[in-house]
């Protein structure tokens, strides 16, 4: 007798979808059917939408030394409630910053102490630890981090293009992926600096430092050096349908790359900015209309690869700043990606299920080498979540696990909701309630 069976919900993967009863024994998928034999637990699933857990491969959890930001805690109780099963931790804005092997032991006791979902860590590519990649990728980070433009944090540095060159052709040895923050520091510090001494400190003045040029220009220059150096790139947050165009035109010149959105992108506009103020500020900026449903026209045809939460809260106090250029960036989502995907993607745009599948698990493992993750599969991790297509909620403040109550969803009303989620076989969400019997575990790419 097996350990859990789900019965009659329809199971989702990234090439189709069926009705059938899903059978769990040891943390694996070990069977998938119909009038499957009974178990001994069961869950009854009639009605319901099974998809793989969430892999989530861009957020901060700013543990060790920000916990007052967020921390794993409670960023891995949001995530779970999300229906998230795996996330890798960026290597900022923890302090310090995972930049070589004693930071990244740091992080990783900690993870283990306290994530209840399962994690692998992303370590830093700046000009400072060029030296110290090579013990990263020796403990199993899951590839290297470079900002293209100032990160906010004078010790995350960002990187030039003779610092990413150099920095690609070591994440190439290792055959581990490069991911950029893709916007041009050239660009923006010298637009930032024309409009503060114009006296500029609007929402409306920020969103003129950073322009989508900015943003083409360095995923441009990224590919070239990807291109030159052998190296598997991965464009993080692209914010316009002309970033993703590009990269995509890109890739087909033969360039090794992947390009990621987020749902703030998907779901806000530079309108919205303006309207919800320091809560929705982040970097690069939200666009017009026109850039968003360009960006949905890629997640749904395919264009597209990944879309991660890049949850990045801060303490409520760094978001109180009347000049918005003070004000820090980051957007707390991490709860709301598979919602922002079945709420906003409608059928005017056609994203299906198969490809909220592909996006948020089956991509996301394949591209950065884990194995057995990222689809209901015999044999795989049984890492997934049950969600009710039908029935909708407002979301209010109380029903957010983040260390600090805020996020510009609040307030929206979402379609589909997450009554369960299940990590290698253990229930870890329950409606409404974190129920994880046991930490997750540290993740790492297969060689």
Known sequence: MVDLVIRGGTVVSATGRQQADIAIDGGR??????ALPAAQYEIEAADMLVFPGLIDVHLHFNEPGRENWEGIATGSRSLAAGGGTLFFDMPLN???????????????????????????LWGGLTPSNLATMSEL??????????????????????????????????????NLPVAVHAESEQITSAATERIRNA???????????????????????AAEIAKSTGARLHIVHVSSGKGVALAAELRAQGVNLTIETCPH????????????????????????????????TAVADGTLDIVASDHSPSSPDLKESLDFFQVWGGIAGVQSTLNVLLEAGSEQRQLTYERIAQLTASTPARRFNIPNKGSIEIGFDADCVLV???????????????RHKQSPYIGTEFRGTIRRTIRRGLTIYLDDQIVAPQPGQFIQPHA
């Not at 500029?200 to 920020?206: A, K, L, N, P, S």
């Open 94 to 120: 923890s302090s310090p910053c995972t930049l070589d092997g004693a930071s990244f032991d740091l992080k990783r006791e900690a993870m283990e102490r306290s994530s209840v979902t399962d994690f692998a």
């Open 388 to 402: 009710d297509p039908i029935a909708s909620f407002p979301l209010e403040s109380d029903r957010l696990f983040y």
């Open 137 to 174: 990728a020796e403990r199993g980070v899951i590839g290297f981090k470079a900002f293209m433009c100032n990160s906010g944090l004078p010790e995350f540095e960002h990187s030039d293009d003779a610092t990413l060159r150099k920095g690609m052709e070591i994440a190439a040895r290792h």
């Open 199 to 221: 006296g500029g400190r609007t929402v409306r003045d920020y969103l003129a430092s950073r322009s989508i040029e900015a943003e083409l220009d360095a995923i441009r220059r």
């Open 29 to 34: 998928f070990v069977e998938i059917g119909t």
């Open 265 to 296: 992108y998907l779901f806000f506009t530079a309108e919205d900015m303006e309207r919800l103020g320091a809560v929705a500020k982040c970097a690069p900026p939200f666009r017009d209309a026109a850039e968003r449903e360009a960006l949905w």
